[in-house]
């Protein structure tokens, strides 16, 4: 649970810090505290007191562990000889990597969304808990840089909008200056517009496709029971050409051949079938993949504002151009687009001027 709070917190828009914080505060064990009480034999460069406390780096590994989604990762390091034990870092191409191994903690929608959020910007308000609503999610459209929060104060009156780092800067860029409150408002009219959309082709849709999926598992099915029967069929012709050899009616040389290509041709039927299995494991993943989107649809469908963990959730970026033209990119996956294109609509995009 200490460790989907974390993914939860990410997404909420809680910084890296105020988790360790909240963690140390609530008394909850730092892992390397919790593998002495385990009593695992455990040394680190990171500790610094008696006591190991939870800290950004801490909970920064935890949250771009890919074990929480069930994936194991093997032989990141290795030694260059059995005669020393100095051990090297191998590139990730020499990785082992098997998914799906360990019943995952984190979904890896949600998994994705928190590593694409912590290669952003991850700072924290001054003086506050939380993140900004699209802080890491807003960039310049032209040259692609974060855009920067600013705040000003005339006369009293104090403004806040978003203007290109990249100009801020270093001016190798132009201003793409806009209000917050304007972006926000943009963003959120977006993604009700868009949860709509999908909604409605999900439902036109749903039924046919929910037909098609159930037509194909039962004709994958039906094709494992007909190599099932072609198995025991070849089986019992091992069985009869063993009896025939043992009773004399065929030679020894006859029965190892008849015996060779009965066994042949089962093991064809026993490879179909380890075939058909994982396309259906692989149908069944997809439809899980697109129901859990679906979801998430369906979770914020009377959206009034974003929150942060609705903004990080379904938009992917929102990029800023000249004269105040704004375009919003949504977190989609292949069933979304799908669900798009359904609609005659190829475009992932929501652009509109101001």
């Given at each position: ?21 909240k963690l140390n505060a609530l008394g909850v064990k730092s ?324």
């Open positions: 649970h200490v460790v989907q709070d974390i993914f939860s917190w990410i997404l909420e828009g809680v910084s890296l810090g105020n988790i360790a914080r892992p390397m505290e919790y593998k002495k009480e385990l009593g695992i034999d455990y040394k680190t460069s990171f500790k610094k007191n008696d006591v190991a406390e939870w800290s950004d780096n801490a909970v920064r590994r935890i949250a771009t562990n890919p074990i929480y989604i069930g994936t194991l990762i093997q032989g990141k390091v290795s030694t260059p000889s059995y005669k020393l034990k100095t051990k090297v870092a191998l590139p990730k191409e020499k990785w082992t990597v098997v998914e799906d191994v360990i019943e995952p903690l984190i979904t890896k929608r949600d998994f994705r969304i928190v590593q694409r959020l912590l290669n952003t910007d991850m700072r924290t308000a001054p003086g506050q808990n939380g993140i900004y609503l699209l802080s890491g999610l807003a960039f310049c459209g032209d040259c692609g840089a974060l855009m920067a929060r600013k705040c000003s104060t005339v006369n009293g009156k104090k403004y806040v909008y978003y203007m290109c780092s990249n100009y801020k800067k270093y001016k190798t860029c132009t201003p793409h200056r806009i209000k917050e409150e304007i972006l926000e408002k943009v963003a959120a009219e977006v993604v009700r517009e868009r949860i709509a959309q999908l909604l409605k082709a999900d439902e036109l849709c749903s039924d046919m496709n929910g037909t098609a999926y159930r037509i194909d598992i039962r004709n994958m099915q039906e094709h494992i029971k007909a190599n099932e029967t072609e198995i025991e069929k070849y089986n019992g012709f091992i069985i009869k050409a063993y009896t025939d050899f043992k009773e004399g009616m065929i030679d020894k040389k006859d029965y190892l051949f008849f015996k060779a290509n009965f066994e042949k041709k089962k093991n064809e039927a026993e490879t179909a079938i380890q075939r058909i299995n994982d396309e259906i494991n692989a149908l069944t993943q997809n439809d899980k993949q697109n129901t859990e989107w679906i979801e998430t649809l369906r979770k914020h469908r009377n959206i009034e504002t974003l929150n942060r963990t609705a903004a990080v959730t379904l938009i992917k970026a929102v990029k800023v151009y000249e004269k105040m033209c704004v375009e919003v990119i949504l977190d989609c996956d292949d069933d979304f687009r799908k669900a798009v294109e359904s609609q005659d609509d190829s475009s992932l995009l929501e652009r509109r001027a101001l």
